[in-house]
């Protein structure tokens, strides 16, 4: 069974960078077809994707966040990370990490879905 | 930019169908997913593809794709069933989460 643990600060004061670690346990990371990405929502909002990163270490994110985000992957860990540089109080958030799954079905038709999930961890932005 | 959209809340009697729908121009290309999250907890998936259902999900919980618009129906709603609903899809950029439906069972 595939677990999947967020890590890092609950805190971080604005202007600085967030930062935070999921580490994979019951399976490799680098195995099979799967995207690992991150995944946000402030309190009693909806779901925000920030971004993912392929085992090859190719990434992509949310066009929104892109000038801020990086993600990167420790294959030697089993682990993937997030960085969110100048943080505002607006990125004060539940951070999910969660395996995006590929599948091909008949007719070459490729789908996409989490089928796991951290248990995810609150980052408050405040000073 | 593309977006998916849902209505916010819907209700449905206990034991009837209720179908909550997911609107965007991503779902032309790609199959949408759906999630459930309840107070406190992380989304689980429930439906993904045509019609796919993880183990240890209902069978009373059913998806539907036409043009750009996706379905999640459930069949005979259960209390436990009351929830935030998501749907999510890739698209060009990356991903896309709706806005949520929140689900109560009268």
């Known amino acids: 069974q595939v677990q999947l643990q967020e890590s890092g600060p609950g805190l971080v004061k604005p202007s600085q960078t967030l930062s935070l670690t999921c580490t994979v346990s019951?399976?490799?990371?680098?195995?099979?077809?799967?995207?690992w990405s991150w995944i946000r929502q402030p309190a009693g909002k909806g779901l925000e994707w920030i971004g993912r990163i392929y085992t090859s270490g190719s990434t992509n994110y949310n066009p929104s966040l892109k000038s801020r985000v990086t993600i990167s992957v420790d294959t030697s860990k089993n682990q993937f990370s997030l960085k969110l540089s100048s943080v505002t109080a607006a990125d004060t958030a539940v951070y999910y990490c969660a395996r995006e799954a590929v599948t091909t079905m008949v007719r070459g038709v490729i789908i996409y879905y989490f089928d796991y999930w951290g248990q995810g961890t609150l980052v408050t932005v405040s000073s | 930019s593309s977006e998916l959209t849902q209505d916010p809340a819907v209700s449905v009697a206990l034991g009837q169908t209720v179908r909550i729908t997911c609107q965007g121009d991503s779902l032309r290309s790609y199959y949408a997913s759906w999630y459930q999250q309840k107070p406190g907890q992380a989304p689980v998936l429930v439906i993904y593809?045509?019609?796919n259902r993880p183990s240890g999900i209902p069978d009373r919980f059913s998806g539907s794709s036409s043009g750009n618009t996706a379905s999640l129906t459930i069949t005979g709603a259960q209390a436990e069933d009351e929830a935030d609903y998501y749907c999510?899809?890739?698209?060009?950029?990356?991903?896309?989460f709706g806005g949520g439906t929140k689900l109560t069972v009268l």
């Open positions: 999510n899809s890739r698209d060009s950029s990356g991903n896309l």
């Open positions: 019951g399976g490799s990371i680098s195995s099979g077809s799967y995207y």
């Open positions: 593809g045509k019609n």
